[in-house]
Each structure stands twice: as C-alpha cells, then as structure tokens.
C-alpha cells in the first residue's frame, strides 16, 4: 500500500503543470499563424530605381551562400513533409519522380544556378537579389528543399499567363531569367521598342484576376468577362519610377489592403506578387525602396540619385539628414557617369510643384519666400529638383521659420545669411521677431556664420564652452571674474548661455574687477555679496566701470565694512591697508589694531580680482612706534599714517610712552613721509596741543598754556591714527599746579608761565598742594618749564 | 527521531533542476517552431516558405505538358480580354496603354477616337510581355484631339480571339 504524502503531491502537481504546458506549447506552435501585416509598401514606388538596377550588389558566391542558407538540407528524396501524402508521392502524382534537385544545387548548361543569376544581372543591369526575389515570388525556388521539375521550366513565370498554359518556348532557368532580365532592362531603358501596358504616372490597376470560383477553389482568369474584371475592384496607381512599372509588367496586380494585413497570408480577392516580391525583398535585403544614396568603391563621394540626375553631397551633416532615404549603395563608375552631374546639394530641394522645401532630419519643411531663403544663406536659383517620390518621402514639417531651434536647446535668428543666437524671449521681442521657431539639428546651418547674438542689456551671459561669464550692457560684454561668478552679488540678474562664438560678436571689455559707478558717479565696490557705496573714492584710486542703474538695482547691498579701507583677499591670510590708491600689508596683529582708528577688529574679504587691481605697496606699521633702516643710525617715530618723524633722544620717546625699535629695510622706511623737525614733547593733534610727558599725553588747554608758559611752544603734527595711538591723559595739563621729577625732592609751583620751587612741605601745604594736582614730570619736560623764583 | 535533512535537500536539488531542464527544451521548442534565437538565422521562415509552396503548387503542371490548372473563364473562349490602363495628358501628347490577357507577338490593336462626328483612328502591332500583352501604343500628338470628352474603343484581334474596351476620356 503506498501513501501519497502531501510533499509528493506537490511534486507530482508540479511535473504534471509543466508537462502540460510542455504539451500545449508544441502544439500551439506548430499551428499558430503570425501574420505580419505588410508595412511600408506604396504601390506607386515598391521598389527604388537605383536598388533595382544595382548589379554589385553580390558576387556569386555570395548568391550561392545566400541560396545556400534558405536550404540547409535539400530533401532530395521527397522523404520529408508532414502530410499523409509524402513529397515523393506529390511529385509522382505529376508525372515526375526523384532525385529532387534544390535551386542552390542546379545546374544548367553547365553553370551553377547562382552563376546564371549572377550573369543575367551583370548582363542588363539588373540588381541579382531582384532576380532572386523574382524566383522565391514566382516559383518559391529560393526556399524550396523539394522543388519540382517544372519550377525550373517556369522559374520566373515569363511567357505564363493567368488564362493559359506556359509558353514553352520561354523554358528553362537561363531562358527564363534571360527574359525577366531583358524585359526589366528595356523598362528602365524606356526602350522605344519595348512597348508596356504602364507608364510613369497614372493607371489603372486591379487588385485581382477575378472572382473565386468556388468549383474549381481558384480565381477566374481577371478578364474573363465584365463583371469579372470589375469583381474586386481597381484604383488609379501613381507609378512613380520605372522599376515599379517593371514590376506591374510583370504582375498586373496591387494588393488589396486585406493581403497587405495578411503579411504572407492569403485574402479573398487578394493578389500577391508584387506584395511578396516587397516582402521577400525588404526580410532578406533590406527595404527596396532606398537606394538614391549611392557611391562608387573606388571614390568616397556619396551622390543623391534622383530620376537622372546625380547630386554630389559634400557635407556629412547633409548625408545624416538623408537618412529616410535609407543606406549608401555601391555601383559602378559607369552607372554614375549615366547620370547628369548635379550642383553640390545643399539643403534646398524642391519637386516639380515648385515648392521649395529646406530639409533636415528626414523633415522638409517649405520657404515661405525667397527673402527667407537669402535669410538663410541660400540663393532662390539654387534647389535641387528632386523627383516627387524623394521628397514625398520626407515628412513634411512646418514652414520655415526665422527663429531656429536647435535639438540641443539653442535658437538661432537666421537673417541675411547670419545665425544669430538668442538669449531669450524678451530679446527676441525687443526687435520684434516672434518666437515661433522650428526644431532642428543645428548642423542644419552650420553653413550660416554668427552674427551678433540678439541679447537685451542687464543680464548674465554665460560661454557655453568656457564658462566664462558676461554682462551684457549697451551692446558689449563685460566680462565678469570667476571670482564673482558664485557669488550673491549676481544672482538677481538673469543669466543664460550663449556660444563663445557669438560673444565674440561683441565688443568685450576687460575683467570687470569690482569697481563700478552709475549713471551719476557714485562709485562702488561690488564684492561676492553686493554692492558697498564708497565713502573715500578717493583712497581706492581704482578703474571704474560703468554699469547700468538697472544692474545696480538688482545687487544687493554688501554688509562688508569695505569703507574701512582694511581688506583680506580671499583664499589668503594676509590683512591690507587700502591708501591713495595703494595696499599696504599690516605685519602684525598690533599694528592691524593700532591701524584702526576705531579700533575694531573688522575687514572686507574682497575678490582676488578686486584686491589684485589695487597694486601693492611695502608692509605698513602703525603709528605710535619706532623704525630704523639696517643702513641708517636715524630713529624715526611713525606718527601718523605714512608719516615719520626724526627721534632726537630715546627721552622724547620715553615721554611718548614709545619703546622698542624695529629695523626694516631701508625702502620700507622710505613709504612714510618724513616731518621736517625733529619729535620734541609737543605734540598737536586735531590742532589741539598736548605734552608728551612719561607715556602720557596730556592736553595744553588755553589756561596751561599760559601757567606752563607754553604759548609759544611748537609740537610736531600728529593725525588721527597717530593721535589715537597715544595715551591720552582725561585731565588737562591746567588742572596740575604743581610739578616734580619723580627722583627729586623739589616741588615747584607752576604759575605765570614758570615753575617757582617751593622751600618746603608747609609752604606747599599753603599754596594749595594735594595729591591729585602734582604731576610727576620727565627732566625733559621739567626743562622745558623757564625758572621762576622760589616760593 | 531522525530527521533525513539531506535526503529532502536532494529532493529538491532534483526538482529544481530538471524544472529547468523542462523549461529549456520549452523554450527551445517555440523558438523553433517561431525562429526565435538560436534559430532566427538566416534560413527562411515558415511563411517565406509556405507562400512559396502555395505558388509552387498552384503552378504545378503534369509532366506530359497537358497543363490542367483551371485557368480563366472557360465561357468566354475566343474572347480576348482588352483593357486601358493609362490615359496621360502632357503638352505634347496623350499616351494610352492597354493590357491583353494573352501573351502574343502577333496580331492587331486598333484605337478609335470619336468625338463630334471627328473620328481619330490608329492602328499598332502587339509586344508580349511576360504574363500580357500590350498595344505597341498609342501616342497621339496633342494637335489631333481636340479639347472635349472622346469616345475612345481599342479593339484587339489575335488570330481568331478578339477583344475590345471602350471608354470616354476627357482631353483638356
């Protein structure tokens, strides 16, 4: 007893699926019919004039390999077959027998059947795969692997009418395909001896023999009577070339749109030579109907073939935009020289309507005048008359345009021969011009050359090959550094790019380096954040590019303390000190903040393009100290900005508060303009006058002058910066009555523009003397006092 | 209790695999049958080749030579069917062409133009073609037809068959 367990269950459900799927595969497929409808085949033009008449197309051995591959096995026995009825027995049942022989193994006359092939269509011209379509449609010789005897007698169905036996005196593969091959020459030669039912142009072509006659399963012979004729219909065929008329002399039929749905199949009323000849031709060569690109294999020159002219074409952008007419064919120099030599073809091409169209990407699109045409470099004499099945052939687009869009995103204004590009829409409509445009390859007028870019002002261009960045003002480009092509500055303003090669178009000025005025002369400093208006124009001395209000508009103010003349470039360490024009790099954090009248700690971090346009000067120190050249004993004390004046005596120093000598190059010291006197305790700063008295500044008010006797007293010029680098004492020097040397014992009275020595600590007492209105005094400072008498 | 963990792997390992096997030779089998890669080389497909077998077979003639495919309308014996393909009007001329359901060398066309009581006649020999024939014409000078609409008849004579096809055309 066996137990089927669940898990055997599953793997014999799964067996028994895919062995019925097996099943049911095999059998679906070997019945299944795929008709593929028939696409592409115009009736007026099934096969090309160049393709039909191309006899280089293969060699033969290339014929024999082909034929060879339709039948990899001949069943020269009739073995084969999946009939009740064997193939032998068929064959028999005509009055024939085996051995069977496949076309790619007959002989006759002692030639192979892919040499008799070869030389009728070396003989007249005619392209071998024709023929050999012409065998598969009429005979199906070409995949046949058991091919009866009278295939080979009727092998091209020359001589054999619908409504009567073969002609047998039109025999035999040679015989037969020598008919077929001169028959289709004289058609292309419109051989005035070769009379056809068919001309280029109109006529009238059935779809059908006749009728079916349901008694004998077979079509009536088409002219039977009347009513037959007319059975299933005709139309008006446009023959367009005369390849197609050889054809139709061949087969008097067109299919129906029923066989063309069919694909191989067979229809009611359907007819199916010139239908299979399209189809056999297009499965084993490729669409018969292309073939106007031809060349020779001795001269790279493609030439465009339209009726009997030859169009050289000389521009490989042009050949690209021929593609709808399928690949380049090889013929013979004979060929070509049968054709009249064209001018070479340019992107105009017209048809016999006398539209005349531009063409690009398999697209023709028509001129709407001549002036267009001038427009677009083209003279109006110079189309190319193509014949109206090539130009039928390109999709039909919509009329030109001067506003040309190329398929990577440019446009173009095309006027008087000049490509123009466009920045953008209002651009465009600032002159006037609408934006409707087409879209094209731009290859399509690489023979136009740039004219200047229609662009409006206050915008940002940018080089498509460089990057490189331009404001475009009043007809110029200013170009914009790098160093503020990231910044916030710009940003407002639209930005957009052109080719290099139109903003070569325009006048170009130098690097825009920051610097810029306005309408009225403002000047500003334009950083990577805005705009600073400058307060001391004068001090950056810098080359000021004028910019339009409308782009001063659109940049924001900066919030760098540019008007603090401090400056860093950016990407470095190095402080400057912006003067008359001139940076000067500050050697020290000391001398940054002694630089600073204010004090603070801030500067601008400007463009390096900004920084380096103001030129460099020597390091410069802040005032309140000492320097000294290595060639030089002098001493001088910085006591302004650039300025020096000569130290006398390390005591005048001393009383300044000043200490410490830097030795610098001679040059270095050379920067500081030099005061004509020497440094003595009297400073003035502001036009006040002060004593320098022990590191302490103290100021000589009116009432001091006069007790200190320093009226007449002359001190050296200190500015500003000078002056906020010394210590200023909060008192007046009027408020100290009383002096003393810090070493002496003598206290003195200062009064009357005298110091009177005071005898002794009651007296002082007496006069007046507290802590708080006795200075300490330098001996310099002492002596600089007149004696008076004690008191 | 034992458990035969490898025994049940192996189970599944087989399964698996000529689940595969199966898959394959299905595939195969379509793409056979359906010229589907590996077989979509060059060789001819089944329609290529049964529509050259329906042509083969439709042609088929006994070896005698006595050809018994039913051909035509056998109640119309001595007829010949005449037809006009072409009427095209140039500057300079009006070309007619014809379509004979008989492959001859020989005989007679004969094209009669009526209009107005204005008779324009012309007279060609026959060029067999490879399944038809045709009129060795006709191009008539443009200065013979006056503007009008023209009775035109073309009549066909091949030995003892004859054959005729009229139509009006309009010249402009």
Not at chain 1, 208 to 221: E, I, K
Not at chain 1, 458 to 487: C, P
Not at chain 1, 729 to 757: A, C, M, N, Q, W
Request: net charge neutral; with cysteine.
């Amino acid at each position: 007893m066996s137990i089927i367990t669940p898990k055997k269950r599953i793997i014999t459900t799964l067996f028994a699926f895919i062995a019925l799927s097996l099943i049911g595969t095999i059998i679906a497929s070997s019945s299944m019919v795929f008709a593929t409808p028939v696409v592409g085949l115009n009736p007026g033009f099934i096969i090309n004039d160049n393709i039909f008449t191309n006899d280089q197309t293969m060699t033969v051995k290339q014929i024999q390999d082909f034929l060879n591959s339709k039948v990899p096995v001949c069943d020269t026995w009739g073995t084969g077959g999946s009939t009740a009825t064997s193939r032998r027995d068929y064959i028999r049942s005509w009055g024939y027998d085996t051995p069977l022989t496949c076309l790619r193994d007959y002989k006759e006359g002692g030639k192979s059947s892919a040499q008799i092939i070869y030389d009728v269509a070396q003989k007249y011209h005619i392209n071998p795969q024709v023929l050999i379509v012409l065998l598969q449609k009429e005979q199906g010789l070409v995949t046949d692997d058991w091919p009866g005897p009278w295939q080979y007698e009727k092998a091209t169905g020359y001589g054999c009418p619908d409504t009567a036996p073969c002609d047998s005196q039109y025999y035999g593969l040679t015989n037969q395909l020598d008919w077929s091959g001169k028959m289709y020459r004289a058609i292309m030669n419109d051989s005035p001896t070769w009379y056809s039912p068919y001309v280029v142009g109109n006529n009238k072509i059935y779809y059908n023999p006749g009728p079916y006659n349901n008694a004998t399963q077979s079509y009536y012979g088409r002219f039977g009577t009347k009513a037959d004729i007319e059975y299933c219909g005709s139309s008006t065929v446009n023959i367009q070339n005369r390849a197609t008329q050889a054809l139709y002399d061949y087969t008097p039929y067109q299919p129906n749109q029923a066989a063309l749905d069919a694909g191989y199949g067979s229809v009611f009323c359907g007819a199916y030579g010139n239908r299979n000849f399209y189809l056999y031709f297009s499965d084993w060569f490729g669409s018969p109907q292309f073939g106007n690109l031809v060349r020779t294999r001795e001269n790279a020159t493609v030439y465009l073939i339209s009726d009997d002219d030859r169009y050289p074409i000389a521009d490989a952008s042009i050949l690209s935009s021929l593609k709808p007419f399928g690949d380049i064919t090889y013929v013979t120099q004979s060929y070509l020289d049968a054709k009249s030599l064209g001018r070479t073809l340019g992107r105009l091409i017209t048809s016999s309507s006398g539209t005349i169209y531009y063409f690009d990407s398999g697209i023709k699109l028509a001129f709407k005048s001549c002036a267009q045409m001038v427009d677009y470099g083209y003279d109006c004499t110079q189309p190319a008359l193509l014949s109206d099945y090539l130009i039928g052939s390109l999709s039909t687009g919509p009329s030109m345009t001067n506003v040309f869009q190329t398929t990577n995103g440019k446009r173009f204004y095309i006027k008087s021969g000049e490509k123009k590009e466009i920045y953008d829409d209002a651009s465009l409509q600032k002159i006037g011009v609408s934006a409707n445009s087409n879209t094209l390859n731009e290859s399509a007028i690489s023979n136009l050359s740039y004219g200047s870019p229609v662009i409006r002002d206050d915008v940002i261009v940018t080089s498509r090959e460089t990057g490189s960045k331009y404001i475009s003002q009043n007809g110029r480009f200013i170009k914009l550094s790098a160093y503020l092509l990231d910044s916030d500055a710009f940003t407002k303003l639209s930005d957009s790019k052109l080719d290099s090669a139109s903003i070569n178009e325009f006048t170009i000025s130098k690097s825009f380096n920051g610097f810029a005025q306005n309408s009225t002369g403002k000047k500003y400093i334009i950083d990577s954040y805005g705009k600073t208006l400058l307060s001391n124009p004068e001090e950056w001395l810098g080359s000021y590019t004028t910019l339009t209000d409308t782009i001063f508009g659109l940049i924001p103010n900066s919030t760098q303390p540019v008007n603090s003349r401090f400056i860093k470039v950016d990407g470095e360490s190095t402080i400057y000190m912006v003067i008359k024009g001139k940076k000067y790099s500050i050697p020290s954090w000391n001398d940054f903040l002694n630089l600073h009248i204010d004090k603070s700690t801030k500067w601008a971090l400007l463009p390096k393009i900004t920084a380096d346009s103001i030129p460099t000067s020597k390091p410069i120190y802040a005032p309140g100290g000492l320097v000294k050249s290595s060639s030089s004993a002098a001493v001088y004390v910085i006591n302004g900005l650039l300025q020096k004046i000569a130290l006398s005596s390390f005591a005048v120093s001393d009383d300044f508060g000043i200490k410490g000598v830097i030795t610098i190059p001679q040059d270095y010291v050379n920067i500081y303009a030099t005061d004509n006197d020497k440094l003595n305790n009297f400073v003035v700063c502001d036009n006040k006058k002060y004593l320098a008295n022990r590191g302490v500044i103290y100021e000589i008010d009116a009432k001091a002058s006069t007790m200190y006797g320093y009226s007449s007293a002359v001190g050296s010029l200190w500015d500003d910066i000078g002056c906020v680098n010394l210590d200023m004492s909060s008192r007046l020097l009027s408020t100290y009555s009383f002096v003393k040397e810090d070493d002496s014992k003598t206290i003195y009275l200062i009064k009357d523009g005298k110091k009177h020595p005071i005898s002794s600590m009651a007296r002082y007492d007496a006069l007046g003397g507290l802590s708080n209105n006795m200075l300490i005094v330098s001996n310099r400072v002492l002596n600089t006092i007149v004696d008076g008498p004690a008191v | 209790m034992k458990i035969n963990k490898r025994k049940s792997n192996k189970k599944i390992i087989t399964i698996i695999t000529s689940s595969m096997i199966i898959l394959a030779v299905l595939y195969c089998t379509v793409a056979y049958f359906n010229d589907l890669f590996p077989f979509n080389s060059d060789k001819a497909t089944n329609e290529q080749k049964d529509a050259g077998e329906d042509q083969k077979k439709s042609t088929a003639v006994p070896a005698d030579g006595k050809d018994t495919t039913p051909k035509g309308n056998t109640s119309t014996d001595g007829i010949i069917a005449v037809d006009f393909t072409s009427f095209n009007q140039s500057t300079e001329q009006i070309q007619i062409r014809s379509l004979i359901e008989a492959v001859s060398n020989s005989g007679s066309c004969t094209l009669t133009m009526v209009k107005d009581g204005v008779t324009v006649t012309k007279t060609s020999g026959i060029q067999a073609g490879p399944t038809t024939s045709t009129c060795e014409g006709f191009n008539i000078s443009i200065g013979e037809l006056s503007p009008g609409d023209w009775q035109t008849t073309l009549s066909v004579e091949i030995g003892t068959r004859k054959g005729s096809a009229t139509k009006t055309y309009k010249v402009q």
